[in-house]
């Protein structure tokens, strides 16, 4: 199958920030074995400077918990019906989708109906909740991508054709750092990074209380200073009033850095639960990890989630490495304490170094977006 010019056509589909990078990453892959492959479909701005064309922006489905999808339905529907109406017209050689699972699995509904193969790339995570799924991944999708190892053993356990790849934070690591990024020794450093996430709706969840639990800190300690992180994909305004008023001493600023070189100038972080924790492990960065959602989508969640831990790196050590503050825990006065009881303790935070970069050993090596390109490519053989 081939677009009107005959040229081989690839639709991907990414829902979020982190998934849109990561398919930036595996277009410039796959376009290194063949330059001529046309791509679209859904996504954002690493996927449009990839030269991928966009037909709906990744901001405009964003969402964070079970209930706040509401009210983005209209958008949802409306993005699914053209993203439909793609596959019907388009006929692509191959579907790309990363993550997003409620969405991107009827995608590939349509998709298997017009037998398009579809390459699901980072996983849902129903290994945690809603375990049913599996099912209906197995008679959608023609290869799974995974990027954490004990994924690979879920699947393979129902039948599904499924490659551990490695995570793609892997191959962001190295040749980030700059001069003086880590200069300082641990033990001297006074920057606390704050992290609040990627998504406006968590962002004004997360980081009043990320703001407040650094003035606490700083009265306690007036040596620390503060670095709230800017995503790429968050206007800076919005960041700047919501921390205008903060830190008028100067203990409080924004960064916009990218975080793989804040984690180096950073004692210990505060970060919001997702992608970034992991990134913060494999730079051995001591955190303490935050979340909080809506109250029924935090009660919707305690009943269907199936793992001990909501941190990424805490599941894959099988213990509770760093600090988890859920919901109501999620208070200035928790996150003060528990990032004081390291910060003050410094066996225990080169301790917890270790530990950390040791679980983020097993995330496998550098290439996962050359691993998944080869899969893909494989797929359209």
Same mark, same amino acid.
């Given at each position: 199958?081939?677009?009107?010019?005959?040229?081989?056509?690839?639709?991907?589909?990414?829902?979020?920030?982190?998934?849109?990078?990561?398919?930036? +990453?595996?277009?410039?892959?796959?376009?290194? !074995?063949?330059?001529?492959?046309?791509?679209?479909?859904?996504?954002g701005?690493?996927?449009?400077?990839?030269?991928?064309?966009?037909?709906?922006?990744?901001?405009?489905?964003?969402?964070?918990?079970?209930?706040?999808?509401?009210?983005?339905?209209?958008?949802?529907?409306?993005?699914?019906?053209?993203?439909?109406k793609?596959?019907?017209?388009?006929?692509?050689?191959?579907?790309?989708?990363?993550?997003?699972?409620?969405?991107?699995l009827?995608v590939?509904?349509?998709a298997?109906?017009?037998?398009?193969?579809?390459?699901?790339?980072?996983?849902?995570?129903?290994? @945690?909740?809603?375990?049913?799924?599996?099912?209906? $991944?197995?008679?959608?999708?023609?290869?799974?991508?995974?990027?954490?190892?004990?994924?690979?053993?879920?699947?393979?356990?129902?039948?599904?054709?499924?490659t551990?790849?490695?995570?793609?934070?892997?191959?962001?690591?190295t040749?980030?750092?700059?001069?003086?990024?880590?200069?300082?020794?641990?033990a001297?450093?006074?920057?606390?990074?704050?992290?609040?996430?990627?998504r406006?709706?968590?962002? +004004?969840?997360?980081?009043?209380?990320?703001?407040?639990?650094?003035?606490?800190?700083?009265?306690?300690?007036?040596?620390?200073?503060?670095?709230?992180?800017? @995503?790429?994909?968050?206007?800076?305004?919005?960041?700047?009033?919501?921390?205008?008023?903060?830190?008028?001493?100067? !203990? $409080?600023?924004l960064?916009e850095?990218?975080?793989?070189?804040?984690?180096?100038?950073?004692?210990?972080?505060?970060?919001?639960?997702?992608?970034?924790?992991?990134?913060?492990?494999?730079?051995?960065?001591?955190?303490?990890?935050?979340?909080?959602?809506?109250?029924i989508?935090y009660?919707?969640?305690?009943?269907?989630?199936?793992?001990?831990?909501?941190?990424?790196?805490?599941?894959?050590?099988?213990?509770?490495?760093?600090?988890e503050?859920?919901?109501?825990?999620?208070t200035?006065?928790?996150?003060?304490?528990?990032?004081?009881?390291?910060?003050?303790?410094?066996?225990?935070?080169?301790?917890?170094?270790?530990?950390?970069?040791?679980?983020g050993?097993?995330?496998?090596?550098?290439?996962?977006?050359?691993?998944? @390109?080869?899969?893909?490519?494989?797929?359209?053989?």
């Open positions: 199958m081939k677009t009107r010019s005959g040229q081989t056509c690839v639709m991907i589909v990414a829902g979020e920030a982190s998934g849109d990078q990561h398919g930036a +990453k595996l277009v410039a892959e796959m376009r290194r !074995s063949d330059p001529t492959i046309f791509f679209c479909g859904i996504g701005k690493a996927l449009a400077s990839a030269g991928v064309r966009i037909l709906v922006d990744t901001a405009v489905l964003t969402v964070v918990g079970i209930t706040e999808v509401f009210s983005k339905l209209p958008v949802v529907y409306r993005s699914l019906a053209l993203a439909k793609l596959l019907q017209s388009l006929k692509p050689d191959l579907l790309i989708l990363i993550d997003f699972p409620d969405f991107n009827r590939a509904t349509a298997r109906k017009l037998g398009i193969p579809v390459l699901y790339y980072i996983s849902p995570q129903i290994w @945690a909740w809603r375990r049913g799924r599996v099912k209906k $991944i197995g008679r959608l999708v023609s290869h799974m991508a995974v990027i954490l190892p004990f994924e690979a053993d879920f699947y393979s356990a129902h039948g599904i054709p499924v551990f790849v490695g995570h793609p934070l892997l191959d962001r690591i040749g980030d750092e700059e001069e003086g990024d880590t200069v300082e020794d641990s001297e450093r006074t920057l606390i990074g704050l992290l609040p996430g990627s406006e709706v968590e962002i +004004k969840r997360l980081l009043p209380v990320m703001l407040d639990a650094a003035e606490r800190m700083h009265k306690q300690d007036p040596r620390l200073k503060f670095a709230v992180s800017v @995503a790429p994909t968050v206007e800076r305004k919005m960041m700047e009033a919501m921390i205008k008023g903060r830190g008028r001493d100067g !203990s $409080i600023s960064s850095i990218p975080v793989e070189r804040l984690f180096g100038r950073c004692r210990l972080v505060v970060a919001a639960s997702g992608t970034v924790t992991l990134q913060a492990a494999i730079a051995g960065t001591p955190m303490v990890i935050i979340y909080k959602v809506s109250p989508s009660w919707l969640g305690r009943a269907l989630i199936r793992v001990d831990h909501i941190g990424l790196i805490n599941l894959i050590a099988g213990r509770r490495l760093v600090p503050l859920i919901q109501d825990q999620a200035a006065e928790s996150v003060s304490d528990q990032a004081f009881d390291l910060l003050v303790d410094d066996e225990r935070l080169a301790q917890l170094k270790q530990d950390l970069l040791t679980a050993r097993v995330l496998g090596e550098a290439g996962a977006s050359r691993r998944v @390109a080869q899969i893909a490519l494989g797929l359209m053989s």
